[in-house]
């Protein structure tokens, strides 16, 4: 069993729909974070919480320390939001979920 | 401010072959580490480093696996001798501080081993 699960595995949504990510963990942690990865891309740190919920343009991300639980919701989805989002947490070491592929038709 | 670098982008090499892989982080990041993707499965933590010593290589698969960081700067990462099962992503990231502070992510070595 992986140290971090993500659902859905695969996410198909129409534009403009309000999307959620789920991450649960069952490691101590210092930190939590949300990484996104597009198409042969690199990987991009889109936030990293220890509490609480951050907001970056549409996108926002909650953390429950005592559920060892976060999500991750893009409002008013876009096709440019296509990618595969990745959880990740920071304890001893990084464990990296499978990630949630995501595809946003026009 | 650059990113972290990771060179080359792609690799195709044979069974048995010798394959080095750079990473070159944010200047000034004491930490840097390596973590790879094979198909299918989730991204691995294979090691870190603080400034040129190893912090953690608990990830590191075998001992065809060798990583050095000389003078604390750029990070190397050598398959010798390559197997098939180790084709996949490679990714550098650096931080300032460990747990603290951002992670910043390389693109990635698409390493195919044939």
């Known amino acids: 069993k992986n140290e971090v699960e993500q659902s859905p595995q695969n996410l198909t949504a129409q534009e403009g729909e309000f999307i959620t990510i789920n991450c649960s963990y069952s490691v101590g942690i210092s930190a939590l974070h949300w990484l996104q990865q597009h198409p042969g891309g690199g990987i991009v740190s889109l936030f990293m919480?220890?509490?609480g919920k951050k907001k970056h343009g549409r996108l926002i991300a909650t953390i429950n320390i005592q559920e060892k639980h976060s999500s991750l919701h893009i409002t008013a989805s876009h096709p440019r939001d296509s990618a595969v989002y990745i959880c990740?947490?920071?304890?001893?070491?990084?464990?990296f979920g499978t990630g949630t592929s995501l595809t946003v038709i026009p | 401010e650059a990113g972290v670098t990771q060179f080359p982008s792609h690799s195709v090499i044979e069974k048995g072959q010798t394959v080095t892989l750079r990473c070159d982080p944010i200047s000034g990041h004491d930490n840097l580490y390596w973590y790879r993707r094979v198909m299918g499965k989730e991204i691995k933590f294979l090691l870190h480093?603080?400034?040129?010593?190893?912090?953690?290589e608990s990830g590191m698969p075998n001992n065809r696996f060798l990583a050095e960081r000389t003078g604390g700067t750029y990070s190397t990462l050598k398959v010798q001798p390559a197997e098939l099962e180790d084709s996949g992503v490679y990714f550098c990231a650096s931080s300032q501080g460990y747990g603290v502070g951002g992670y910043t992510f390389g693109s990635g070595t698409r390493l195919t081993v044939v």
């Open positions: 990740a947490v920071t304890g001893n070491q990084f464990y």
């Open positions: 919480l220890s509490s």
């Open positions: 480093f603080v400034k040129e010593s190893k912090q953690d």
